[in-house]
C-alpha cells in the first residue's frame, strides 16, 4: 500500500520538514505508514486485455494518435483525470433526486446553495463542462487585441481566448519551466512580469487568471501567497481576478502541507480563502468536482452574469440547468463536499506521489516535485535524439500503448506549439502526462505502470520521432493523425 514517507527534505527548508513531517504522521486515526484507500469498491468494470499485435494494429488505425483509440482497446487509461473518475455511493443516492424540471429544479438550488457556500461568489451559472464556462467569459468580456494574463493557460483555456482574437499569456514563475528544479508552488505566477505587464498595455487586460493547479506545468500548486500578491496587484490596477479552479482542493492541500502557517488549517477553509481572493472562477466539475460530467461559471460582476446567462441560453440552456441533467447537478454537488475531507486529498496526493517515487528510483525523469492530479515524465530529457518538433512525446506515448496497453497525454510542442498565425515553435517543456483518475485504480493497477514505463525507458534510445500527416488549425492535439519517422542508426 501507499507508504507515508514523504522525501520532505527536497522540498523544504529545514525549519518545515519538521512541521510536515508531524502533521502527517500525528493522525491517530491512521496510526500506520501505510495509507489506505478511503474508500471501499462496491462495483467493478471489467478490463479487457490485448496483444501487442492487436495494440499495434489499433495505433495504426487512429493515425498514431490515443485520442482516436476505442477506449475499450485500453488497458489503464491515463489520457485524463477529466471525467474518469468513480463517483460515491452518496453520489449515486443523489442523482436518484434530480429533479428535471426546465426551469427552476430544486437540483439547481441545491448545487447554487453548494457552490455559493464554497466559493462565496454571488452569481452561479451552471455549464455542461470547464471550456463552456471558459467560452461564455471570454466571448463576453474579450475583444480583439486583448491579453489574458495567467500562470499558464491549458489546451481549452488558450484556444477560447486566442479565438476571440486576444492573446493567452503565460507568466508562471521560472522554476515552473524547469522540470527538475525542486520548489514548492511552481504553479506561481511571476509577480514582477504581471505588474510591467499592467503597467504597460494594461487597458489591453481586461482580467487576470491563474489556474490552480497548473496543468500545463505539471500539476504545480499556486500559493496563498502568490495569490494574495495577484489581487493586490489586481486592486492597484483594478483589474478582475479569475480563478480556473478545476483542481481547487488539490491545490489547497499543498497550501496545507507546504506553505508555513497553515498546516492546521482544514482545506475547506484554505480553499474558500482561495476563492475569497478572485472575483469569479471558471470551474470544470469533471475534475475536483468528482463528476463525469459539468462545470460552472462563477462571478460577482452584476453586468458580466447578466451577459453570460444570456449567451447561456443561446448555447447552453435555461440557468438554473446550464446543458446539464438535474441529476448531474445533484452529483456535481455532492462530490464538491466530498472532495475537501481530508482523508480522500490525504489518499490523492499521496499515491500520486508513490508512483513518483517509482519513476524516479528508476532514473526517469519527471517534473519535479510530483504534482496532485498526474505525473508528468520530461520527454525532451529522456529522449534527447528526438527533437521538439519531431515530438518527443508522441514517440513517447505511443510506445507506452504499444508496450503495455497505457494510454497517456501529450503535453508539449503538438499541444502548445503552434501559434495563431500557424507557425510552429518548440514548447517550453515536452512533457508526457499520467493522469490519475479519481478512486478507480488499485496500487497494483500503479504498480503495472510503473513497470511498463520502466520497460519502455530501457529501449528509450530506439523510438522514433513523429510527423503530423493531418491537422485541424486549433486544439491539433485531439484529432491530428502521425506517421513514425525512419528510426536514426
Known amino acids: 500500500m501507499y507508504r507515508r514517507d514523504l522525501q520532505v527534505d527536497r522540498l523544504f527548508h529545514p525549519q518545515q520538514q519538521d512541521r510536515l513531517a508531524i502533521l502527517l504522521l500525528r493522525d491517530s486515526r491512521m496510526p500506520f505508514r ?11 468494470e471489467a478490463l479487457k486485455f490485448t496483444t501487442r499485435e492487436e495494440r499495434v494494429r489499433a495505433l495504426a488505425d487512429a493515425g498514431h494518435n490515443v485520442f482516436l483509440l476505442h477506449a475499450e482497446d485500453v488497458l489503464i487509461d491515463l489520457l485524463t483525470d477529466s471525467g474518469t ?19 427552476g429544479g430544486r437540483s439547481f438550488y441545491r448545487f447554487d ?17 470547464g471550456r463552456a464556462a471558459e467560452r461564455i467569459l471570454f466571448h463576453t468580456v474579450l475583444s480583439p487585441g486583448d491579453i489574458v494574463p495567467n500562470n499558464n493557460h491549458f489546451d481549452t483555456t488558450r484556444a477560447n481566448i486566442e479565438v476571440e482574437g486576444a492573446e493567452a499569456r503565460d507568466l508562471v514563475i521560472p522554476e515552473g519551466r524547469q522540470a527538475a528544479t525542486i520548489h514548492p508552488f511552481k504553479g506561481n505566477l511571476d509577480l514582477g512580469l504581471l505588474e510591467r505587464l499592467l503597467d504597460e498595455p494594461g487597458s489591453r487586460v481586461p482580467l487576470v487568471m491563474a489556474t490552480v493547479t497548473n496543468n500545463s506545468g505539471g500539476g504545480q500548486p499556486v500559493a496563498l501567497e502568490n495569490l494574495r500578491g495577484i489581487r493586490a496587484l489586481c486592486d492597484r490596477y483594478r483589474k478582475p481576478f479569475i480563478l480556473d479552479a478545476c483542481r481547487f482542493a488539490e491545490n489547497a492541500y499543498f497550501i496545507k502541507l507546504r506553505e508555513p502557517g497553515q498546516g492546521s488549517r482544514t482545506p475547506v477553509d484554505i480553499a474558500r480563502e482561495m476563492f475569497s481572493l478572485a472575483d469569479g472562477c471558471t470551474m470544470s466539475a469533471k475534475k475536483d468536482g468528482l463528476a463525469n460530467i459539468g462545470g460552472f461559471l462563477a ?9 453570460a446567462r444570456n449567451l447561456l441560453i443561446l448555447t447552453e440552456g435555461f440557468p438554473t440547468y446550464g446543458g446539464l441533467a438535474g441529476y448531474d447537478l445533484e452529483a456535481i454537488a455532492r462530490g464538491l463536499e466530498e472532495v475537501v475531507e481530508e482523508p480522500y486529498l490525504q489518499y490523492r496526493i499521496r499515491s500520486t506521489e508513490y508512483l513518483a517515487e517509482k519513476l524516479v528510483a528508476a532514473g526517469i525523469p519527471i517534473v519535479q516535485p510530483p504534482g496532485g492530479h498526474a505525473i508528468y515524465i520530461d520527454a ?18 505511443n510506445a507506452m ?16 506549439g503552434c501559434r495563431p498565425d500557424g507557425t510552429e515553435t518548440p514548447a517550453t517543456m515536452d512533457l508526457v502526462r499520467l493522469a490519475i483518475p479519481r478512486r478507480v485504480y488499485t496500487q497494483s493497477h500503479i504498480d503495472y505502470v510503473a513497470e511498463a514505463v520502466i520497460a519502455v525507458t530501457a529501449h ?5 520521432g513523429h510527423r503530423i500527416v493531418s491537422a485541424p488549425a486549433m486544439l491539433r492535439h485531439f484529432t491530428a493523425r502521425f506517421e513514425p519517422l525512419p528510426a536514426r542508426r
Open 34 to 44: 501505510t495509507i489506505i484507500e478511503p474508500f471501499r469498491i462496491k462495483s467493478v
Open 85 to 103: 473518475g468513480a463517483m460515491s455511493s452518496a453520489q449515486w443516492a443523489a442523482i436518484m433526486q434530480g429533479d428535471e424540471s426546465y426551469a
Open 113 to 129: 446553495r453548494v457552490v455559493r457556500d464554497l466559493t462565496g461568489y454571488k452569481h452561479i451559472i451552471p455549464t455542461h463542462q
Open 299 to 307: 462571478l460577482n460582476d452584476d453586468g458580466w452574469a447578466d451577459r
Open 380 to 397: 525532451r530529457a529522456l529522449l534527447p535524439h528526438i527533437t521538439p518538433l519531431e515530438y518527443p512525446g508522441i514517440a513517447l506515448v
Open 401 to 416: 500503448y504499444i508496450e503495455a496497453g497505457i494510454r497517456a497525454v501529450e503535453i508539449g510542442t503538438v499541444m502548445f
Open 460 to 464: 528509450s534510445d530506439d523510438l522514433p
